[in-house]
């Protein structure tokens, strides 16, 4: 009987279970869809769909894997997004939505209280100062439950992460991991917006990877199908979870100092790129410094609210969309495989596929900038635009789309490189790895390397990692990477292109102040 380890992955719209084997390998998958009830400036879940799922995935994953197999420990990961629960710990529904009781991670209805919050610490500075905010950040989040949901607020007895909510669910007892976003902020500054109720925020602290005391619980073991005991480690952002799942190998003193010169890119609905530093530095436009799993450093984490979510948004909203989609099923291709080949189709021999939208540009802030601008009310823009409704020009809108992302994190990196990171490469993770045009425009636009990892679904390494700490397979998480993380080919730039890219993202940056001025035409009294 083999030992496998059993990774949860919770993303936005789906929960994937897996079975990972001590050295990072997937032996077995199960993927369930996830309730989603998402309009202009909501995100909502229900933790009730979320935990069934999950029990479902379980069952259904160790019924279809056909070897006998012991499972050592279970880890999981999931979004940044809050649970609600009453009282008596039970679901505290959201307003008009008798399921919902998670505010996801995409949630902006908190934007005037990231606002308030903002200017309320606006000359703060220091540790017990709560950073720039955005909506999409707790603390804005708590301050928009108090102020405009004040009998939710009055009747909520416990915030959890959707991570802890998850490892709570499993075994009972309430704890809190190094990520959590609820208890994050200092006192001080709950106190100050009035929003400091401990009972909210109560839970035992946790190092990642620690065991949660008792491990899996009797209940929770009869509806899993697991032993009861079963080791359950302490819960991980997603993002941070998939940053350890590419940044290995790491077997000497030396490639663990080489972190710093690594920017893990997390991508998939949104992005997010992690930067590791020894030292604690604070970046204006970049969240951080955050706590790391990795003894000894720190991450600064940059990104954008929606990448593959633009990418699905504008290409779903083209007239051609509908055949693009059947042809894809047609040649049993994903409708991004598929525009990959058309794209290759339309450039030929004569012209790399990059330089097809040289009259085509695109400002990726359709729901706002979350890094390094942190305004969410910025507006998407895109140049170009004809009367042609060919699936070729769908192609076309999609390769901008892709290139504006890109643009986006070349920006980012700047604000980071601007502030002493200096990166040789980066290590790509998440749904949109897998598409290798996607990631080649990384490479091509920042001018860094990228190592591919050696899991295509490495994302589900992540709760894998810290699984086998938790369970004594790897004394630290240092040591799991060591083995599990591995890595393969490197992409490189096309450095004939950097002329080309150069001029994209002059463009990138002047769609912006673009649109600076027109918003100042339009609000000018006359």
Request: hydrophobic share 35%; glycine share 8%; aromatic share 6%.
């Amino acid at each position: 009987m083999g030992d496998a380890l059993l990774s949860i992955d919770v993303g936005t719209a789906s929960l994937r279970s897996a079975l990972v084997s001590t050295k990072g390998k997937v032996l077995a998958k199960n993927i369930q869809q996830l309730k989603l009830w998402q309009s202009p400036g909501i995100m909502e879940q229900s933790s009730d769909d979320v935990y069934g799922c999950l029990i479902v995935s379980v069952r259904q994953l160790i019924e279809q894997y056909h070897h006998p197999v012991t499972i050592k420990a279970i880890g999981i990961d999931a979004t940044a997004s809050q649970v609600l629960l009453n009282q008596n710990l039970e679901p505290l529904h959201l307003p008009d939505n008798p399921e919902a009781n998670i505010l996801g991670w995409m949630d902006h209805r908190a934007q005037p209280q990231s606002e308030i919050i903002n200017k309320q610490f606006e000359t703060s500075s220091g540790q017990n100062a709560p950073g720039q905010q955005i909506p999409e950040m707790c603390l804005s989040k708590m301050l928009w439950l108090k102020q405009e949901q004040p009998e939710l607020w009055s009747q909520c007895g416990l915030i959890l992460d959707l991570y802890d909510f998850l490892t709570w669910k499993l075994t009972g007892v309430t704890t809190r991991s190094l990520f959590s976003k609820v208890t994050c902020e200092p006192q001080e500054v709950l106190e100050v917006l009035g929003i400091d109720k401990p009972e909210l925020r109560r839970g035992e602290l946790l190092l990642p990877a620690s065991p949660i005391p008792g491990g899996l619980s009797a209940s929770s073991a009869e509806t899993t199908g697991l032993p009861a005991g079963t080791p359950v480690a302490a819960g991980v952002v997603d993002g941070t979870g998939g940053s350890l799942a590419v940044l290995g190998p790491i077997q000497s003193d030396k490639e663990y100092s080489c972190l710093e010169n690594k920017l893990s890119m997390v991508v998939g609905t949104s992005t997010i790129y992690v930067a590791s530093s020894r030292s604690a530095r604070t970046i204006k436009g970049a969240w951080g410094p955050m706590p790391s799993a990795l003894e000894g450093f720190y991450h600064n984490i940059v990104g954008q609210s929606a990448a593959g979510a633009l990418i699905d948004h504008l290409i779903t909203s083209h007239p051609s969309y509908t055949d693009a989609l059947n042809e894809s099923k047609r040649n049993h291709k994903t409708i991004y495989s598929y525009l990959n080949k058309v794209l290759k189709n339309m450039a030929g021999e004569s012209q790399p596929i990059p330089l097809l939208t040289y009259d085509i540009h695109l400002l990726p802030y359709f729901a706002g900038n979350r890094c390094p601008r942190m305004d969410m009310s910025l507006k998407g823009m895109m140049t170009g635009l004809t009367l042609d409704q060919s699936i070729e020009n769908l192609a076309l809108w999609y390769l901008a789309c892709i290139q504006a992302i890109a643009l986006g994190a070349r920006h980012n990196i700047e604000r980071l490189t601007e502030n002493g990171y200096c990166f040789n490469e980066l290590r790509p993770c998440g749904g949109l790895a897998k598409n290798p045009l996607f990631v080649q425009e990384h490479v091509n636009i920042t001018g860094i390397p990228a190592k591919m990892p050696e899991e295509p679904d490495c994302m589900l390494l992540s709760g894998a990692l810290v699984a086998a700490v938790a369970c004594g397979t790897y004394t630290s998480i240092k040591d799991a990477m060591g083995v599990m993380s591995q890595q393969r080919e490197t992409l490189h730039p096309e450095t004939s292109l950097a002329g080309y890219y150069d001029k994209k993202y002059r463009i990138y940056l002047e769609l912006y102040e673009d649109q600076q001025k027109y918003q100042k035409i339009m609000s000018h009294e006359s």
